[in-house]
Nanobody, 123 residues
């Protein structure tokens, strides 16, 4: 499974971005997908996760009400809509996949990772 993340960029505080993660896999079914982020000098942290086919979703408290994770099974793609962005959201965002339907927040339980896309939020 290869994951290709895109959509990062520079945005002002209060703005929005939508990240995409395309999976090169014959079938998207059964994979739990997630977004993590890593800010400079900090450890990688969980942002959001969505089960297959999408009935279970988890968010980190820091992004609840501002970020929305979704998936398009026809396109083998997962999205992260980020609204009301804050400077503390600045990080490299990674998408990840695990071939189990249980949604988890532990990065160590994800088997496949994308290359990351950088998000910078200016004050």
């Amino acid at each position: 499974v290869q994951l290709q993340a895109s959509g990062g960029g520079l945005v002002q505080a209060g703005g929005s971005l939508r990240l995409s993660c395309a999976a090169s896999v014959r079938t998207f079914s059964g994979y739990t997908m997630a977004w993590f982020r890593q800010a400079p000098g900090k450890e990688r942290e969980f942002v959001a996760a969505i089960s297959w086919p999408g009935g279970s979703i988890l968010y980190a408290d820091s992004v609840k009400g501002r970020f929305t994770i979704s998936r398009d099974s026809a396109k083998n793609t997962v999205y992260l809509q980020m609204n009301s962005l804050k400077p503390e959201d600045t990080a490299v965002y990674y998408c990840a996949a695990r071939r189990y339907r249980v949604v988890v927040t532990d990065a160590g339980k994800f088997d496949y990772w994308g290359q990351g896309t950088k998000v910078t939020v200016s004050a």
